[in-house]
């Protein structure tokens, strides 16, 4: 039995029917099963990442883990969530943990850099755990963009944050791919893999080819810093964070091209085109 948190989440979703098709039993964890509407074959059940006793329940009979957290960076001094999981899983016997993790998330980072400290502490839980684990990096998703999707509707005018830099944005299909690959072969245990797209592109880039794909004129509004600013404290992101996305964007990082996807699965991940194609419905 496989368990997949964040079962409803991006990856997630894709990731269900890859192992249902490869032949494996799977358990699906939601803090809302009844609301979930997973395929037909995964054994859904709840789940709370701060409730010990769920995950006792769901990680029980289970040989390995797809862990996705959400919780905020910053919202309490160090990442609690992977720690819990750990605990529930040494009970169960868990063999192997797969990790959502993201792009640089090995580094230590310094005192002024929250992300690198959360995700270094997230990561160490597992890897101080003495679970065999194996350690997913992906930069921006390119599901990100459906954040425009009320925008392209609504006036066909997006504002968008760092509008000319550049990312090598990854479909989260291609993530779940390389998690099916870690989940069911063996020879990942203690891998790190670093993954993006086939392409780096900015948002005004993916705005022109959304507008190709749906047929219709869409404009780009960029916002200045200060509106980026307001728009990221909207979204529950404290001042600390917000400075480090701001560093962050000054430099190279998430724009490089990595073949790691097509190394672990044997084929090219999707170009942003294909990702707009194929969700083409929700910008409609």
Known sequence: MILVTG???HVGRELLPMLLARGHAVRAMS??????RLPEGVDVVRGDFDDASSLDTAVQGTRCIFLVTTQPIGSIPAPTHEARVVEAARRAGVRHI???SVLGGAAQGTTHDPISRWHHA???AIKESGIAWTMLRPGRF???ALQWSAMIRETGKVHVSFARRPAASIDPADIAAVAACALTEPGHEGKAYELSGPEALTPEQEISILATVLGRPLSLVPLDNDAARAGMRRWGMSDDVIDAAFARSET??????LPTASQVTGRAPRTFEQWARAHAGAFR
């Open 142 to 144: 390119m599901s990100n």
């Open 98 to 100: 797969v990790k959502l």
């Open 122 to 124: 997230a990561e160490g």
């Open 31 to 36: 803090r809302r099963p009844e609301a979930a």
């Open 252 to 257: 190279a990082h998430g724009t490089e091209v």
């Open 7 to 9: 079962a409803t989440g």
